[in-house]
């Protein structure tokens, strides 16, 4: 579902787009989803939200996006990354969880040490999909993952992933970037086919 006010995109555009990430995922995780039915509800605004920014939140059976409104054409790239990273959510955090996510206290917010494994690695399968699939070209990806190797540089490089997640709404909330970036390059390092495919130019 979508909302465009100045119609610019429509559904069917990109569900078509979106389609081909999930038909990729469905075998990337053995040939089968985890769920029947599962909803993309997208909200595209032409003025700027109160913090500027945009961005998506995942739940079981849908995920909710807040994004500009653009032409059609120019969504639907961004918009299958996206997708892809929300989607697999389904897997981390959803499924796989620390006891603080699994029983999470919204009115005292408690952070596990694991936020590695649900942004990161989940950043990480929605690229490494892509590639394995064929939706992404080897080069691409060889850039993406470097641009996240020069993303990470900017950010505290001392700090042990685990602390800065049981800090990540506090103390160590600047850094929360970095999951993006140095966390999809620990999910890389810990998936062995690709280090060696690295070395082969995948």
Known sequence: GIYSP????????LANNIHEVLKAQKEYLGG?????????IIYLTDVDGCSGANGALEHNYSSLYF?????????????KDVAAHEFFH???PLNIHSEEIGNFDFDNPKMSMHLWLYEGVTEYFANHVQVRYGLLENQEFLS?????????????DSLPFTKMS???????????????QKGALIAMCIDNNVIIAWGNGI
């Open 90 to 92: 389904i897997v981390t």
């Open 144 to 156: 993406k993952m470097r641009d996240k190797m020069n993303g990470a540089d900017q950010y505290n």
């Open 67 to 79: 994004m500009p409104e653009v032409n059609g054409s120019s969504l639907a790239p961004y918009m």
């Open 166 to 180: 049981l800090g990540c709404l506090d103390t160590y909330s600047s850094q929360y970037g970095n999951v993006y």
């Open 6 to 13: 100045n119609h610019k995109v429509d559904a069917k555009f």
């Open 32 to 40: 089968k989803l985890p769920i029947e039915k599962y909803a993309f």
